[in-house]
């Protein structure tokens, strides 16, 4: 109780500084690359997924020290699973199961500059992001989770509508430029497990999603 006093308090001295303070406001468009990955428990990443980003930018700040910075785009994610072909009597076939989806984010971050004369700013945030996909099921034959022992292998097709839903985590960037041009960098963490988003299943394994970002954003003014 008292510390939401104290936050509020505090909240309510600072709106004489903030409204004093010169807000400056900007829009622009932001493009870039997606570098993603995924970690879990049922299969080993054979290779990351290099992807295209795109959407826009908003920025607030309140002094040259200070900014907030939101985006909203589309990015895809995902990677390549290692996937086996059991064969009655011979040695499994080596395969990869593009586990690829799509997703709508956006992000908050808090930028701060550490010195005036110096055209950067530290970022911390998160994002949220809603995931939709068409995976291939015709792919019924490749295996995970076991690549030795088909009696202990599942269908790597039945983690498809794992990659459907919402996505969340905790970031952090650098973006370094001054006036209307920014370029980023941002590591995004996924906190939520994506295998908690198949129904009927049995909690335990996990599914979780990374990706480095690399963007350039043009202010309109």
Known sequence: MFFRIFSLLACLALIPFIAAAQIRYQIGLTSGVNVSSLQSDLFTTSSGRVAPVIGCAFAVSWDERL?????????????????????PEQKPDEHTYAYHYNSFETAVFAGLRPGRDLPLRL??????????????????????????????????????????????????????????????????????????QLDFVAPGPRIRTNALRFTLTCFLH
């Not at 900014?67 to 785009?73: A, D, H, S, T, Y």
């Not at 990015?75 to 072909?85: I, L, N, Q, S």
């Not at 949220?128 to 995970?144: D, S, T, V, Y």
């Not at 980023?184 to 906190?191: C, H, P």
């Open 67 to 87: 900014e907030l910075n939101q985006e909203i785009v589309l990015t895809f994610k995902g990677a390549k699973a290692r996937a086996v072909y059991f064969r």
């Open 123 to 196: 970022q911390i945030g998160g994002y949220l992001g809603a995931n939709f996909h068409r995976l291939n099921r015709e792919q019924r034959e490749l295996m995970i989770l076991d690549y030795q022992n088909i009696n202990n292998a599942i269908r790597a097709v039945d983690l498809n509508d794992a990659f459907a839903g919402l996505d969340l985590g905790p970031a952090l960037g650098l973006a370094v430029g001054e006036g209307r041009v920014r370029a980023n960098v941002r590591y995004y963490w996924g906190a939520r497990n994506f295998y908690n």
